[in-house]
């Protein structure tokens, strides 16, 4: 399928009047977008494609075979890998469908061991929905789920974010990005923790959906991801006064808020789609109006 872009359009929102942030939405196929980067501009890319699993995006056609699928997938991250640093960390979140389960993995394997040979330095798992054991023996169950009817598949609780880069050896803000110490008396115990009450969270991120009133008018796209797991991508790699994020599939703008709220100097992001885009833009101004109001 061809896309035809009738107009190119860019929102450049300057963050909360601080004309040192610099925010664009850009209306374009994202590989078109890109190739006018140049080269080793971007620090950090979050981002989620469509995954050809037939999901009923408003301009996209999310049913390409898997060899044209994974082919285009080589292109635009190929345009990404030239894009970024050679300390920049690119997160890529990729679902599954249970009847389809090997897609990520066919996806990652092409994008390391073929073109554009990223390497895969940490795999995530962001849990949607988990049930625990309390530590007085109470089970609960929290987050959300979409429920299979099935007697073979279970539901689907979780998705990939894989984490890539160009060497593999990109330093991590692990001590930003964790989590307090449970056991209070670890924090002495263990000569790393520098007495610090603060751990590693590790690679199973549950976080929850942003909890929405009306799914047609709080969240008007069919495969979003929180505004929490970006937050925690930025966390982990931390920011600098310059940081540039990218998202080439911007959807309805969820990184574009992570990257408000979390003071991103610079972020760029692209969709073919004018209605999400549209989207993208009201939560940005709304955003920027909390921020406004809580200035007063
Ligand atoms: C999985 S969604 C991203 C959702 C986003 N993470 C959010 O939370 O809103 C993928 C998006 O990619 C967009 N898309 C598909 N092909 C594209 C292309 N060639 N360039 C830019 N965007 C594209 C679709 O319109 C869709 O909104």
Known sequence: MHFIILQTFVWTFLAARESSRHMKLIHQDCLAGMQDMPDESIDIVVTSPPYNLGIDYGTYDDTKDRSSFVTWCQDWASEVHRLLKNDGSFFLNV?????NPLLPHQLLLALTESRPEFILQNTF????????????????????????????????CHEYLFHLSKSGTVPLNRRDAGVEYADKSNIARWGHTGGQDKRCRGNTWFIPYDTIKSRDKDRPHPATFPVGLVEQCLKLHGLQDDTHLLDPFLGIGTSAVAAYRMKVPHFTGFDIDENYLAVAKERLT???EDAAQTLL
């Open 95 to 99: 679902g599954a469908a249970p009847a």
């Open 125 to 156: 798992h962001w849990v949607k929905s988990i049930t625990i054991q309390t530590r007085k023996g109470e089970t609960i169950s929290a987050g959300h789920f979409k429920p299979i009817n099935s007697k073979r598949y279970v539901n689907d």
């Open 286 to 288: 709304k955003e920027e």
